[in-house]
């Protein structure tokens, strides 16, 4: 329940209607992967990184510096996503005075004071606090929307058709090719196990089951809200209207604000622009939030993985972690604010969506085959995890999001590269997490094979299907 969801999602339907309500039904049903196949085996393993987990049966430092490279990688795109929306709110919030320029950066430098102030204790409680604002602003609106089209959805969607056509009911408004839209599903249903802070939470609960019920109790609120982004894009859409959202934000991130502003009394009105300031700082918390257990998950990957796994052989004391980690977050953090600023005029939603490309091509191919293939060894871990991230980062520089011609009236290009884009598709899923698998695959095969692997499989088949040794108990078996 990021920004790229409350922001991106909104906007994308209100631009494109169906095809943007697609990104809440591939992150709807991506929490069924984790609920069946990561959620339990991870907790049991009691490990503190993705890297823990991987060193654990593979024995091997090289897993641990590549897996925490990977985690950095996934963290900074996530990351990027999240300074453009703040970004954009701040400008909207000024009318236009402070443009994404200034905004951008601005917001990024008191994220980064606040992550190294607050730690993880105020980070948990800001993602709690934000959890209920936003699903709290979520059903206002809704009920709101309800009200204005006769608690009817069929008419709401009536004078979407009346306003936009038919097709904007059905694929194809932005997704022309078909391939598009399955290589963003692929990406967004499988991305999810491989998100190295979604996964880091499932070392802090007490036992497998609790686990497995955090899962559950996720899909009921996200999923309630998924549903609800349905109602509030394409609101949007009738009652602020397309151009209005593009005048405001080209890509579309204005839109739950907005809409807020006009389900309260309009532009001018006094309910309408505490609407509009309501729901903006609900979108800032959540920002902040999601910023702030990112940024904690890419620095504690380099510090506890790089640093001290790897650099210091482990010897490192606790105040040179502490003191390298605030460093790790004071760089992951001006990264972000670098790459935000080149993405400045892009849909978060969709940003979000090159991030889980990453973590379904690196992560989850080296998760899977960890948890469940005997024959997997380090080799494999490392050609998995280089080959999934260098396939994926190379089909996104060659694709529309980076190369394309822009129209000769813009005055700022939206991407990049100006010329014709080498990879056609938006989402490099298709094409890059089947690379990642068979990578992983591959490097297994060609690597030495050591009866220890086997062994070491065996004991973590056994701990991570049982929790033995997991609070102290024996894990060894016969």
Do not use: C
């Amino acid at each position: 329940m990021s920004a790229a969801s409350f922001l991106g999602i909104t906007g994308l339907i209100a631009l494109n209607g169906y095809d943007g309500f697609m990104y809440s039904v591939g992150w709807f049903i991506a929490y069924l992967t984790v609920l069946f196949i990561v959620a339990e085996p991870l907790r049991n393993l009691g490990k503190y990184t993705l890297a823990d987990m991987l060193v654990y049966r593979l024995k091997d430092p090289k897993v641990r510096f590549y897996a925490a490279l990977s985690t950095i990688t996934v963290s900074t795109f996530y990351m990027i996503a999240q300074v453009v929306g703040a970004g954009s709110l701040i400008s909207l919030l000024s009318g236009g005075a402070l443009r994404a320029e200034v905004a951008i950066p601005l917001v990024g430098v008191l994220m980064i004071i606040y992550v190294v102030v607050g730690g993880m204790l105020a980070t948990t409680w800001v993602q709690i606090i934000k959890a209920v604002l936003l699903m709290f602003a979520t059903i206002v609106m809704t009920v709101f929307i309800l009200a204005r089209f006769g608690f009817s959805f069929s008419n709401l969607l009536g004078q979407v058709e009346a306003r936009n056509g038919v097709e904007y009911l059905g694929a194809g408004v932005k997704y022309k090719n078909p391939l598009d839209l399955i290589s963003l599903g692929l990406a967004l249903v499988l991305g999810t196990a491989g998100l190295p802070h979604i996964l880091v939470r499932f070392f802090t609960v007490p036992t497998a089951q609790d686990a497995r019920k955090s899962v559950v109790w996720a899909m009921v609120l996200i999923g309630a809200f998924y549903v609800m982004t349905a109602f509030m894009g394409n609101a949007a859409n009738v009652l602020v209207g397309k151009e209005r959202i593009v005048e405001a934000n080209a890509a579309g991130n204005m839109a739950a604000p907005m809409l807020a502003q006009y389900l309260f009394g309009g532009p001018g009105t006094t309910g309408g622009e505490f609407g509009l300031a309501f729901v903006t700082a609900v979108a800032f918390a959540t920002i902040l939030a999601v910023v702030a257990g990112l940024t904690i998950a890419a620095s504690t990957s380099f510090t506890h993985d790089i640093y001290n796994g790897v650099m210091r052989g482990g010897q490192a004391s606790e105040a040179q972690q502490f003191r390298v980690a605030r460093l790790a977050t004071v760089a992951v953090g001006m990264v972000s604010i670098l790459l935000g600023l080149l993405a400045k005029n892009q849909n978060v939603a969709f940003l979000v969506a090159l991030a889980f490309a990453i973590a379904a091509s690196a992560n989850l191919p080296v998760i899977l085959f960890t948890l469940f293939w005997r024959r997997f060894n380090a080799t494999g871990a490392v050609w998995g995890i280089i080959g999934g991230l260098t396939v994926t980062l190379a089909l996104i520089a060659i694709s529309p999001n980076i190369m394309g011609i822009d129209p000769p009236e813009k005055t700022t290009a939206r991407r990049p590269i100006q010329a014709n884009a080498i990879f056609p598709l938006e989402n490099p899923g298709i094409i890059s997490i089947p690379a990642g698998f068979a990578l992983a695959a591959l490097g297994t095969l060609l690597g030495r094979r050591r009866e220890q692997d086997e062994r070491d499989f065996e004991e973590m088949q056994y701990r991570a299907y049982t929790g033995a040794g997991v609070d102290g108990t024996v894990a060894a078996h016969d």
